[in-house]
């Protein structure tokens, strides 16, 4: 190995850990496009969404998974860790670990309540009940920490899952605009509750008018603020 190759700094190794395959190719374009220093490493346990029950809480059966595949990758050498599943989100509040460790909607938050100045509405947007939901109740409490003003309303767009699954961007689109359009005169922003949904943002905020607010990027963001110093 040349003094060059030995000298030269190692990118940040940033492990984004999958419930379901349509989540990691939005997961990779937000690292690639916030925090292009890094690089991405997959893990993926695709039965992770379907073994999740419909109602309550995870059960520990699942929590323990979770936390073995972050275990897997601190073990691989990770500088970071973000969760890509939203149903996952709130195990990251019961495992420590020396370096970041992100659920797939904290930093979508932060991010949803200061587009909206803690006040007015916002649409919490998901391609199926038990997403949106759970989305729904953690924005919640984020919110209501953060003040009483803002008003989240969750939205359901079930023809999305299929359209995310498929990779049909035009469908996506559509289907979310279409869940959008009753509920957005009144909105001030849109917070996509999946990751899969993320594709779709940037021409969902054209066509209502509205900033739309995707995980991929805002925890990309955070993780490249964690790790490096440079603000959001």
Same mark, same amino acid.
């Given at each position: 190995m040349s003094g060059v190759a030995a000298g030269r700094a190692r990118a940040p190794r940033i492990a984004l850990i999958s419930a379901t395959p349509t989540a990691i190719a939005p997961a990779v374009a937000g690292l690639a496009e916030e925090f292009p220093a890094a690089e991405s490493w997959n893990l993926l346990d695709d039965r992770l969404l379907g073994d999740a029950p419909e109602d309550g809480p995870l059960p520990? #059966?699942?929590?323990?998974?979770?936390?073995?595949?972050?275990?897997?990758?601190?073990?691989?050498?990770?500088?970071?860790?973000?969760?890509?599943?939203?149903?996952?989100?709130?195990?990251?509040?019961?495992?420590?670990?020396?370096?970041?460790?992100?659920?797939?909607?904290?930093?979508?938050?932060?991010?949803?309540?200061?587009?909206? #100045?803690?006040?007015?509405?916002?649409?919490?947007?998901?391609?199926f009940e038990a997403a949106m939901r759970d989305s729904l109740t953690r924005f919640s409490a984020v919110s209501a920490a953060a003040g009483p003003a803002t008003e989240p309303v969750g939205v359901v767009a079930p023809d999305a899952f299929g359209?995310?699954?498929?990779?049909?961007?035009?469908?996506l689109h559509d289907a979310l605009r279409d869940a959008c359009l009753p509920h957005v005169t009144d909105a001030d922003t849109v917070l996509l509750a999946q990751f899969s949904l993320a594709p779709a943002a940037r021409s969902l905020s054209t066509a209502l008018g509205v900033p739309v607010v995707s995980g991929p990027h805002a925890a990309a963001a955070a993780l490249r603020t964690a790790l490096t110093g440079r603000p959001l």
């Amino acid at each position: 190995m040349s003094g060059v190759a030995a000298g030269r700094a190692r990118a940040p190794r940033i492990a984004l850990i999958s419930a379901t395959p349509t989540a990691i190719a939005p997961a990779v374009a937000g690292l690639a496009e916030e925090f292009p220093a890094a690089e991405s490493w997959n893990l993926l346990d695709d039965r992770l969404l379907g073994d999740a029950p419909e109602d309550g809480p995870l059960p520990p #059966a699942l929590v323990d998974r979770m936390t073995r595949l972050i275990g897997h990758a601190l073990a691989g050498g990770a500088d970071g860790v973000l969760l890509t599943c939203s149903l996952y989100g709130s195990v990251t509040e019961t495992v420590e670990t020396p370096v970041p460790l992100l659920a797939p909607d904290a930093a979508a938050f932060e991010q949803a309540l200061a587009l909206s #100045a803690g006040r007015g509405r916002v649409l919490v947007l998901a391609s199926f009940e038990a997403a949106m939901r759970d989305s729904l109740t953690r924005f919640s409490a984020v919110s209501a920490a953060a003040g009483p003003a803002t008003e989240p309303v969750g939205v359901v767009a079930p023809d999305a899952f299929g359209a995310a699954r498929d990779g049909d961007l035009s469908m996506l689109h559509d289907a979310l605009r279409d869940a959008c359009l009753p509920h957005v005169t009144d909105a001030d922003t849109v917070l996509l509750a999946q990751f899969s949904l993320a594709p779709a943002a940037r021409s969902l905020s054209t066509a209502l008018g509205v900033p739309v607010v995707s995980g991929p990027h805002a925890a990309a963001a955070a993780l490249r603020t964690a790790l490096t110093g440079r603000p959001l």
